[in-house]
Nanobody, 120 residues
Framework: QVQLVESGGGSVQAGGSLRLSCAAS????????MGWFRQAPGKEREFVAAISTGGNGRTYTDSIKGRFSITRDNAKNTVYLEMNSLKPEDTAVYYC?????????????WGRGTQVTVSS
């Protein structure tokens, strides 16, 4: 297990950018696929993006393709989500988690989330 802490959220206007970070503790970070998920008020948590252990494999949900980019730095035990051209519908709490591809690992690690608010 790793412990995960997200940061980098905030309030921006539509069209703006944010970069989220997810810092992991422990020595096993590089063994895990990592994913970003989000939950908007009144909605279920949804998949956003995931990256493979080495960083070569990336997958995104359709609504953010071309606007968001997931990367990782295994030397720093950190995964990032670069978010550009933000829209009000991107407003949500964003979470990182250990995954198997796009699917959270059952019983795996989750951060506490970071709030992203996009105003029109």
């Amino acid at each position: 297990q790793v412990q995960l802490v997200e940061s980098g959220g905030g309030s921006v206007q539509a069209g703006g950018s944010l970069r989220l970070s997810c810092a992991a503790s422990g020595r096993t970070f590089s063994r895990y696929d990592m994913g970003w998920f989000r939950q908007a008020p009144g909605k279920e948590r949804e998949f956003v993006a995931a990256i493979s252990t080495g960083g070569n494999g990336r997958t995104y949900t359709d609504s953010i393709k071309g606007r968001f980019s997931i990367t990782r730095d295994n030397a720093k035990n950190t995964v990032y989500l670069e978010m550009n051209s933000l829209k009000p519908e991107d407003t949500a709490v964003y979470y990182c988690a250990t995954t198997n591809g796009r699917t959270p690992i059952r019983g795996g690690s989750w951060g506490r989330g970071t709030q992203v608010t996009v105003s029109s």
